[in-house]
């Protein structure tokens, strides 16, 4: 800060020891301008000390008394610290007291220091309303899980199906022909007239209708009739036979009579035994004369017609006398490919066993 009172101007001059220092500048050296001019350079507060705030008025310092020149600035860079105020730049304003103004200890802007609300403080979960997120959700509508269906469960073992064979067969037949499901004599085949007939009896039962004999359908079936006599399981199945040919009176022979379609085997005149025998449609006729037994196969399967031929017994050409589970199934609804059907399997098989290869067969009406 420049010391006013020694009249020193920073240029090396110095002005008269003692005189009033009005504020003015020295021009020439030695020359003294007018005192009209104010000294603008003892008007500004020394910069190393904060100017007053801008909106307060500067004291007038041309009316200051020489002597209270120092004093009067030092109050005005007091009043400066005190009131924190930044450097103004205005002068001559009307003298008036401030504003009272927050220093920023005493109120800090409100971005960093703004009074503590609900936002400010540690946020928590707000207590779930009822419509939170939190809420369980309601359960689903019944229709949204469907029932299992009835389907998913096991169905009933079967216990007989097409194809199968067996004593139990030969009971379910006869069972069947006792409530008038089954028109034909018990054979012990599973067949396809089997099969009809167990639909039959499923349907009319509200049974779903599969042909099959299940367990329960069996169940209701064993409720519903009574046990099968022997006559009723093992009807004679023999027609009666026809006079034989007189071919057929000599020797091992298979005498096969179209007429009354059974099949007799005899040794020398006598009738050993007879069975039921089919023979081809007119498209695949069974050959008619006098043949012999040239092949034996117990388990022959035809490769013509991919068919089971079992207890064969050839005697010409593809022909032979055989079991026929659909003979012993469906009866005489249908023929053979030219082949001698036996219906009866017991007593084809006691016949594979006894005729040998070389025995004589007689076709004829």
């Known amino acids: 800060m420049v010391?006013?009172?020694?009249?020193?101007?920073?240029?090396?001059?110095?002005?008269?020891?003692?005189?009033?220092?009005?504020g003015g500048t020295w021009g020439v050296r030695g020359a003294r301008a007018p005192d009209a001019l104010p000294d603008r350079r003892v008007a500004a507060p020394d910069r190393g000390v904060a100017a007053p705030d801008s909106r307060v008025a500067a004291p007038d310092l041309r009316a200051a008394l020489p002597g209270r020149r120092v004093a009067a600035v030092s109050v005005v860079a007091l009043a400066a610290l005190a009131t924190g105020c930044e450097p103004g730049t205005a002068t001559g304003a009307p003298e008036a007291s401030p504003p009272v103004r927050p220093t920023q200890a005493a109120a800090p802007s409100p971005t960093r220091t703004a009074p503590v609300t609900e936002d400010a403080k540690p946020r928590t979960a707000p207590p779930p309303g009822p419509s939170a997120s939190t809420t369980p959700p309601a359960p689903a509508p019944a229709t949204a899980r469907p029932a299992p269906e009835p389907s998913t469960a096991p169905p009933p073992?079967?216990?007989m199906r097409t194809g199968s064979e067996s004593d139990r067969v030969r009971e379910l037949q006869a069972r069947l022909r006792q409530i008038g499901h089954f028109g034909r004599n018990p054979t012990g085949y599973y067949g396809s007239v089997t099969a009809d007939a167990v639909r039959s009896f499923q349907a009319k039962r509200?049974?779903?209708?599969?042909?099959?004999?299940?367990?329960?359908?069996?169940?209701?079936?064993?409720?519903?009739?009574?046990?099968?006599?022997?006559?009723?399981?093992?009807?004679?199945?023999?027609?009666?036979?026809?006079?034989?040919?007189?071919?057929?009176?000599?020797?091992?022979?298979?005498?096969?009579?179209?007429?009354?379609?059974?099949?007799?085997?005899?040794?020398?005149?006598?009738?050993?035994?007879?069975?039921?025998?089919?023979?081809?449609?007119?498209?695949?006729?069974?050959?008619?004369?006098?043949?012999?037994?040239?092949?034996?196969?117990r388990d022959h399967v035809s490769t013509l017609y991919d068919t089971p031929m079992p207890y064969a017994l050839f005697f010409?050409?593809?022909?032979?006398?055989?079991?026929?589970?659909?003979?012993?199934?469906?009866?005489?609804?249908?023929?053979?490919?030219?082949?001698?059907?036996?219906?009866?399997?017991?007593?084809?098989?006691?016949?594979?066993?006894?005729v040998r290869t070389g025995d004589k067969v007689v076709v004829y009406w």
């Open 157 to 159: 073992r079967v216990l």
């Open 206 to 297: 509200s049974r779903p209708v599969t042909g099959s004999t299940d367990e329960v359908t069996w169940q209701r079936l064993l409720a519903m009739t009574r046990v099968p006599k022997a006559a009723e399981l093992r009807p004679p199945t023999e027609r009666p036979l026809a006079a034989p040919d007189e071919r057929c009176l000599k020797g091992r022979v298979l005498c096969i009579s179209k007429n009354s379609r059974t099949l007799a085997w005899m040794i020398d005149g006598k009738v050993v035994s007879a069975m039921d025998v089919r023979f081809g449609s007119e498209y695949t006729p069974t050959r008619e004369g006098v043949f012999e037994v040239f092949w034996k196969s």
């Open 3 to 22: 010391d006013t009172d020694s009249g020193w101007d920073g240029r090396g001059g110095r002005g008269r020891r003692g005189a009033r220092d009005t």
């Open 316 to 354: 010409s050409g593809g022909q032979a006398v055989h079991y026929s589970a659909d003979f012993a199934a469906n009866g005489y609804g249908g023929a053979s490919h030219g082949c001698v059907n036996v219906r009866d399997k017991k007593k084809v098989a006691a016949l594979f066993d006894q």
